[in-house]
């Protein structure tokens, strides 16, 4: 079972920077992706970033040139990087990271962490 554990939220005013770490346990090495989800209130969750196979990157339009996703497979982590924070950043950001393996699917998911962007 794979255990995933993130850090890294808080409070910034706009314009700030936070880094978001995500780490893996439990059988991290054979993950296929990691990525980044966010759930702002009353919406729904959406992807923000992914990193595959240890190189490939996505990141939605909406935080191009201000966020980045990226990883180190010795410690089974990801990170994001943003900058330039704006208040439509404010969410619970999820780490998440897939796998396939018998012929199944496997998504896993952390416990979020806040981050609050003020004007």
């Known amino acids: 079972q794979v255990h995933l554990r993130e850090s890294g939220g808080g409070l910034v005013q706009a314009g700030g920077s936070l880094r978001l770490s995500c780490t893996a346990s439990?059988?991290?090495?054979?993950?296929?992706?990691m990525g980044w989800y966010r759930q702002a209130p009353g919406k729904e969750r959406e992807l923000v970033a992914t990193l595959s196979n240890g190189r490939s990157t996505t990141l939605i339009d909406a935080v191009k040139g201000r966020f980045a996703i990226s990883g180190d497979n010795a410690r089974n982590s990801i990170y994001l990087q943003m900058n330039n924070l704006k208040p439509d950043d404010t969410a619970v950001y999820y780490c998440?990271?897939?796998?396939?393996?018998?012929?199944?699917?496997?998504?896993?998911w952390g416990q979020g962490t806040q981050v609050t962007v003020s004007s």
């Open positions: 439990g059988g991290g090495s054979s993950l296929t992706s």
């Open positions: 998440h990271a897939y796998k396939r393996a018998w012929g199944k699917d496997y998504n896993y």
